[in-house]
Nanobody, 119 residues
Framework: QVHVVESGGGLVQAGGSLTLSCAASGRFYRINRMGWYRQAPGQQRDLVATITDGGSTNYADSVKGRFTISRDNAKNTVNLQMKNLKPEDTAVYYC?????????????WGQGTQVTVSS
């Protein structure tokens, strides 16, 4: 069984910063890609940033230069450092990992953490 758990959301004023953290645990032998996605009310879930186990990163255009994704392969964790936050960054942020287990591979999701940016 695999668990993905996020932490670090909250309320922040525009221009402020937050760091989200995510940890994967359970029975698996490799995490390929880890990433963050977000979903605002009434909107689809969109990619924010991803990082491979080799360190290659990918960012949505809307967050480039403001958000930084990083991971610790030894600890199976991924962080998202968010700076210069804007009200349009308000959403539920979900951690995702493409995880390989002995019975198969697939996407695993956390339960989500709310980020609210006030103007």
């Amino acid at each position: 069984q695999v668990h993905v758990v996020e932490s670090g959301g909250g309320l922040v004023q525009a221009g402020g910063s937050l760091t989200l953290s995510c940890a994967a645990s359970g029975r698996f032998y490799r995490i390929n890609r880890m990433g963050w996605y977000r979903q605002a009310p009434g909107q689809q879930r969109d990619l924010v940033a991803t990082i491979t186990d080799g360190g290659s990163t990918n960012y949505a255009d809307s967050v480039k230069g403001r958000f930084t994704i990083s991971r610790d392969n030894a600890k199976n964790t991924v962080n998202l450092q968010m700076k210069n936050l804007k009200p349009e960054d308000t959403a539920v942020y979900y951690c995702n990992g493409f995880i390989m287990t002995t019975v198969g591979s697939g996407d695993f999701w956390g339960q989500g953490t709310q980020v609210t940016v006030s103007s």
